[in-house]
């Protein structure tokens, strides 16, 4: 659900509209693919200028760090495989540009560890973040639109997922437009935890329709809700409390991503904004976001459904959903011990990392 009457942008040059947003809603130089559906080859995805590169999904010094260039890369629809380093969009050379660049500081964080990463600006890692999930859903979008086109079909999104995927292409649009995002909230949810794996693997999984990442590598680990607002991270403030700047072991980490991911998908309410044209920048402040007495924040934590999220998160130790919830014992937690609710010290798991 979008604010009305409180967006303002001015004075732009091609058309950029969300069909939520108020009336007032003019026109600005940003683009927005998901108005007529455009993931073409000829067209960069993010400026809307005309392509003349290719850029990796995913960052090339990252495929080589953790040796998964030539990994097989799973379609959604099943039927396809690709591997990861044939997964390109198309972009012009501005944009090409400006993700090495960022590609360059990440890089440099990633080799200093947890304590570079963990203070880094936010805001660089949702857009480094960004690429990834928006990359594979650009991907996605281009062959659903090419094999629909084979039947004489269109491509049909519905207007709630047009609204979500172009708030979030707009926000992206922040590395190569000026754009300022104010208030006490930002418009993401980011939480980096430490993680100790016994090799320097990497652990990678997101959610491209609900906007989610996770990453995890010898070292740290990245839990992002990227269009959230950041209620997802303050309704797991008990346990990352917890936490703090403990090393968590993996199994640890899977949870603690299964409880980011299951409050994104309890979440009732979308993300509000006021978006507004300052001289020569976009300012973008992400509100609270408010429940009334009849729709709750989120909705109930069924954990038997919880059960199953975890046990899918779980399968690489084998641990099946009925040893997870078995009644009358309470849901099984390598974070928290159950009665007490005190935190689970990792060097206490007997399982391996």
């Not at 950029?16 to 007529?36: A, E, G, I, Q």
């Not at 005309?50 to 090339?60: D, N, Q, R, V």
């Not at 953790?66 to 501005?94: A, H, Q, W």
């Not at 639109?145 to 207007?159: D, I």
Request: charged letters at 25%; proline letters at 5%; aromatic letters at 14%.
């Amino acid at each position: 659900m979008m604010a009305n009457s409180m967006v303002n942008i001015l004075n732009f040059a091609q058309p950029f509209r969300l069909d939520k947003y108020s009336k007032n809603m003019t026109t600005s130089s940003l683009y927005y693919p998901f108005r007529d559906l455009n993931f073409d080859d000829q067209t960069c995805f993010l400026s809307g200028e005309k392509a003349t590169e290719l850029l990796t999904i995913f960052p090339e010094w990252f495929m080589d760090r953790f040796n998964f260039r030539n990994d097989s890369f799973e379609m959604m629809d099943k039927l396809k495989s690709v591997t990861y380093g044939e997964l390109t969009i198309p972009c012009s050379l501005p944009v090409k540009k400006a993700w090495e660049k960022l590609d360059e500081n990440i890089q440099k964080a990633f080799d200093q560890g947890y304590d570079a990463i963990s203070t880094m600006d936010d805001h660089l890692l949702f857009l480094w973040l960004g690429r990834m999930v928006y990359g594979t859903l650009f991907h996605e979008m281009s062959m659903e639109k090419k094999r629909l086109s084979k039947y004489e079909k269109t491509l049909q999104v519905s207007p709630f997922l047009k609204e979500r995927f172009g708030l979030f292409h707009l926000m992206l649009q922040s590395i190569i437009h000026p754009m300022e995002f104010i208030g006490e909230k930002k418009p993401w949810s980011i939480t980096v935890v430490k993680v100790k794996f016994s090799e320097d693997i990497m652990n990678y999984r997101d959610d491209t329709v609900n906007l989610m990442f996770s990453l995890a590598v010898n070292g740290f680990g990245i839990i992002a809700s990227l269009h959230d607002n950041q209620v997802v991270a303050d309704h797991q403030i008990n346990i990352l409390e917890k936490i703090g700047k403990q090393t968590l072991h993996p199994i640890q980490f899977e949870e603690l991503y299964a409880r980011f991911h299951y409050s994104n998908y309890l979440l009732q309410y979308e993300p509000e904004f006021i978006i507004e044209k300052q001289e020569d920048k976009l300012t973008i402040e992400a509100l609270p976001i408010k429940e009334n007495s009849q729709r709750p924040l989120f909705g109930f934590w069924d954990e038997d459904m919880f059960a199953s999220v975890l046990a899918g998160y779980w399968e690489i130790y084998g641990i099946e959903k009925k040893k997870i919830l078995k009644f009358p014992n309470p849901i099984l937690s390598y974070l928290e011990d159950p009665y007490t609710r005190d935190f689970i010290e990792p060097e206490k798991i007997k399982l391996p990392f």
